[in-house]
């Protein structure tokens, strides 16, 4: 399965995150100084989560509250019941790597 | 005397105001949308939106709307009322969001308005909800003047800048006195009275004549910081076309009165003097602006930094939205005095202010009475003197301090508008019962779709 440059380390500050325009879209986030990734789209109310609030590894939709864990995708609250997808994720030469389906590289990734 | 629908006046020479206008809900409904929807209304100051996601909650009438900054940094107005149950989709003051989510149901909206998303969408409406045509009403013409944001719903007015015409000429001193611009000081200040808004529009486009009698215990009060400095007897009053108007007095170093420190007061004279330089001397050194009014509903105060919006609540009642406007050339120990000194006065606990809402009330008030409404109230001072020749650089008609002619130019204008029905008033008044059967949903869709499109044509 394909490795793909999600962003430089440094751009992504504490708190943000980064959306690899994969189909369907990935979210990086940076969380206490690690990086994960989860799949971008809610599972409850159909929203970019990289639009959502980041604290202590948990993402907060935007829209509804629904929380979910970054480190294993695991639905935390309502609305949400759904789990979100996790990818691999590794840090090589200063950028941000995350693992997806081939599949998923519907369209030339930069 | 009855009031002939549209016009202030109760009499031609138009010097007697029909006092119905204070306290008439008909009228009040009717000036929701011949005035405040055919208006240039302001709604911030750019410096309240420092990055994209920002937003502020005000009115534009009685509409509640919300201001954001865009991506692109342009501003985006649109209605905070949900498309389904009309609940606001934002209870905040101000912030930063990244959409607004009704608390209601949970439909979601973008902050330019655009509807998102919307709970159990497929159980609840399969493919049936068109999106596209159930966001946020958006405001059609957004555009700024100097750091203030204005928006109308009004497609025809001419653009924002001609339409304050001259009254730009005075405003500049407050918002451009020497070239740097200005930032509004952080908080907002909101509060209801009681008092018809127009009273208050009024009073600060042409009433200097007040401040003897209802600011009396506040000026004995400040009278030992004033070092003797007291306003010429002789000053202006500025009528505009347009229903704009202000007021203030010759020259004279009025800061060296307020209890200033110092550093303060160096720095305000020599403000002036660069202001002098900026703007020529005629509008800087040459007078002291004290009030005025941009119609319909923000006034300013030049020598207390402040502005701010008068909202209709309903024909008895107001509430105030009022910011201090600070030069950005000002260092911070300035700001600190010029703040202070805007919130002793003109806050919601300032002693100007609560000397102002007591008149507002009671004038309001008496409009209720039987035999009280049916007397006009006089608004004739300065009918038949000359024009002031003291001031031949001001732009527009100058007379006297203590004369009317603001007010009857803020009333012409009142009245100009209150002639001409809002085309949305014929769509309120047929209720979809009396045009559609109730049971075909898609007929009474296309309605409702009208009805929006009447409002903001």
Same mark, same amino acid.
Request: glycine share 10%.
């Given at each position: ?44 109310? %159909? ?15 935007? @829209? ?5 864990? @970054?480190?294993?995708? %695991? ?36 | ?78 209605l905070n009322s949900c498309r389904h149950r009309g609940m606001r989709v934002c209870r905040y003051d101000s912030g930063n969001a990244k959409a607004f989510t009704c608390p209601y149901h949970g439909w979601s909206y973008g902050t330019d308005g ?83 808004? %127009? ?113 209709? %609540? ?23 005095? @010029? ?108 309605? @409702? ?9």
């Open positions: 399965m394909p490795w793909i440059r999600a962003c430089a380390g440094g751009e992504l500050e504490e708190g943000d995150a980064v959306v690899v325009p994969s189909q369907p879209p990935v979210a990086v986030f940076h969380s206490d100084g690690e990086f994960y990734a989860t799949a971008d789209t809610c599972t409850h109310g %159909k929203f970019s989560l990289a639009d959502g609030f980041v604290e202590e590894a948990v993402v907060e939709c935007a @829209l509804h509250s629904a929380k979910f864990c @970054l480190r294993t995708g %695991k639905a935390l609250t309502l609305p949400a019941t759904e789990p979100l997808r996790t990818f691999p994720v590794r840090v090589e030469d200063g950028a941000v790597y995350v693992e997806i389906d081939d599949a998923m590289m519907k369209e030339p990734v930069s | 005397m009855s009031l002939q629908r549209g016009r202030a006046f109760a009499d031609d020479a138009e010097t007697l105001i029909d006092r119905s206008i204070f306290s008439d809900p008909v009228l009040h409904r009717q000036e929701l949308g011949r005035v405040f929807a055919r208006s240039w209304l302001f709604l911030a100051h750019e410096s309240q939106f420092a990055k994209a996601g920002d937003f502020f909650t005000t009115y534009m009438g009685a509409d509640p709307v919300i201001v954001s900054r865009q991506r692109d940094g342009s501003y985006k107005v649109v655009a509807l998102l998303s919307v709970p159990e969408e497929e159980a609840a409406y399969g493919d049936g909800l068109d999106h596209a045509a159930w966001g946020l009403a958006a405001v059609p013409r957004v555009e700024t003047y100097k750091g203030l944001v204005f928006g109308t719903w009004d497609t025809e007015i001419p653009p924002l800048a001609e339409y304050l015409g001259d009254f730009t000429y005075y405003l500049d001193v407050l918002l451009d006195p020497d070239g740097e611009g200005t930032t509004a000081a952080a908080g907002v200040h909101r509060w209801r009275m009681r008092g018809n808004w %127009k009273l208050g529009a009024e009073q600060f486009a042409g009433d200097m004549y007040h401040a003897y009698s209802t600011h009396l215990s506040s000026m004995i009060a400040e009278a030992p910081n004033s070092k003797g400095i007291r306003p010429p007897a002789e000053g202006f009053q500025v009528g505009l076309p347009g229903g704009h108007g202000l007021g203030g007095y010759p020259g004279y170093p009025y800061w060296h009165a307020q209890g200033f420190s110092a550093e303060v007061e160096d720095w305000i004279g020599n403000m002036l003097e660069r202001a002098a330089e900026h703007l020529g001397p005629a509008r800087t050194t040459g007078a002291v602006f004290i009030h005025g009014t941009a119609f319909p509903n923000l006034s300013l105060l030049w020598n207390r930094w402040t502005l701010r919006v008068w909202h209709p %609540k309903g024909p008895d009642a107001m509430e105030v939205h009022s910011w201090s406007i600070l030069p950005k050339s000002a260092p911070p120990a300035v700001r600190r005095a @010029l703040l202070l000194d805007y919130q002793r006065h003109f806050s919601a606990s300032g002693t100007w202010e609560q000397d102002d809402a007591e008149q507002w009330n009671y004038s309001t008030n008496g409009s209720d009475g039987f035999v009280t409404s049916s007397l006009p109230l006089h608004y004739g001072m300065g009918i038949g003197r000359g024009p002031n020749k003291d001031f031949p650089e001001f732009p527009g008609t100058v007379d006297t301090v203590y004369s009317e002619i603001n007010q009857r130019h803020f009333y012409r204008r009142w009245s100009e508008l209150m002639a001409v029905p809002h085309p949305a008033e014929k769509a309120a008044s047929e209720t979809p019962a009396s045009r559609a059967p109730a049971s075909e949903t898609p007929a009474s869709e296309a309605l @409702l779709t009208e009805s929006a499109k009447a409002v903001i044509a």
